[in-house]
């Protein structure tokens, strides 16, 4: 009886030992493939350069460096581009339209610097940034990252620089898109521009690898498209019909569900080139967007100016 029994405990021990080791291994299967599934999620969403080929001053323009910390703590790097305006030009006195640029997924800003420049030679101050974990920006690149910095952003300009919301306009192109319109939903500004803009993020994922029910695993979503629906402020639409990245049809829903008014341009180019190849339709459109449309009175910020992020400037190399 005592062999018997001890028989049945040594069986009973293995089968929980060999249990065990299943639900180890299967729990080291679904860890590995999480990690996996998240690396190829910031690999998807985020492809960031910390090299910073050129500056403005390549370029033949004046610039501040200037030195922000967001609300998660982390220190982030961006230009300030002032217009050039004539002192003999009339109405010199009156504020210039300030716009906010927020770059594409690609790069940094230097890889955007021509963009930056045109929109400098419209007449206007141009502001832009470098997100968590792009350029010298400290951090690594979430959602949640880039809304931090595009509040801190808003905020320098706002409270260091004074610049009235009803002067102050938004423009992100491809992700920058969807961290313009994410900061729309948040902050008063005169409008917004958008250009191959993309109608969530999520979506595209799930597109590429179905069957997964990211809608649990994801950290990144940008769900424009649900976004779109509580921006109020007036809204320039510019995306390329034959872009390879983004499909046209992403900006025709997002205009679909925006609020008047609100227009879509249809240009012509690459996903990143379609300014160059379009350039008049594109500097008309954007240029009368800015520069032509009423500066009426605008609602106060839902963000309180409390919040706003302590900034510096840094010397111009």
């Not at 801190?152 to 300009?157: D, G, N, W």
């Not at 402020?233 to 390329?240: M, T």
């Not at 925006?258 to 300014?275: M, N, S, W, Y």
């Amino acid at each position: 009886m005592y062999w018997a029994t001890k028989g049945t405990l040594n069986s009973l021990m293995k089968r929980r030992t060999r249990s065990g080791l299943r639900l180890t291994l299967l729990l080291l299967l679904v860890g590995g493939v999480y990690l996996v599934m998240r690396n190829y999620e910031q690999q998807f969403v985020y492809a960031p350069s910390t090299f910073v080929k050129k500056t403005p001053r390549d370029a033949k323009l004046f610039f501040d460096n200037i030195a922000l910390a967001t609300d998660d703590g982390v220190n982030i790097q961006g230009w300030f581009v002032p217009a050039n305006v004539s002192e003999d030009a009339p109405g010199t006195n009156a504020p210039l339209p300030t716009l906010l640029f927020f770059h594409g997924a690609v790069g940094n800003i230097s890889d955007y610097l021509e963009k930056i420049h045109l929109l400098h030679d419209m007449g206007l101050d141009v502001f832009t940034v470098d997100y968590h974990g792009y350029g010298k920006s400290g951090g690594a690149p979430s959602e949640s990252g880039l809304a931090s910095d595009a509040v801190a952003a808003y905020f320098y300009l706002t409270e260091k620089r004074h610049v009235k919301p009803e002067r102050l306009y938004l423009y992100g192109e491809d992700l920058g898109a969807a961290v313009a319109i994410d900061l729309a939903t948040k902050v008063s500004a005169a409008g917004l521009i958008t250009e191959g803009a993309s109608a969530s993020v999520i979506e595209k994922i799930e597109e590429a690898w179905p069957l997964i029910p990211w809608q649990f695993l994801l950290r990144n979503k940008f769900d424009s498209l649900t976004k779109i629906r509580d921006v109020h402020i007036p809204l320039l639409i510019i995306h390329s019909a034959d872009d390879e990245v983004v499909s046209f049809n992403d900006s025709r829903r997002l205009c679909a569900l925006a609020h008047e008014p609100k227009e879509l341009v249809e240009i012509h180019g690459t996903h990143r080139d379609a300014f160059v190849h379009s350039f008049d339709l594109y500097y008309d459109k954007v240029s009368h967007f800015i520069l032509d449309q009423p500066k009426g009175k605008i609602a106060d910020s839902s963000i309180s100016t409390q919040t706003a992020a302590p900034a510096s400037k840094v010397p111009t190399p």
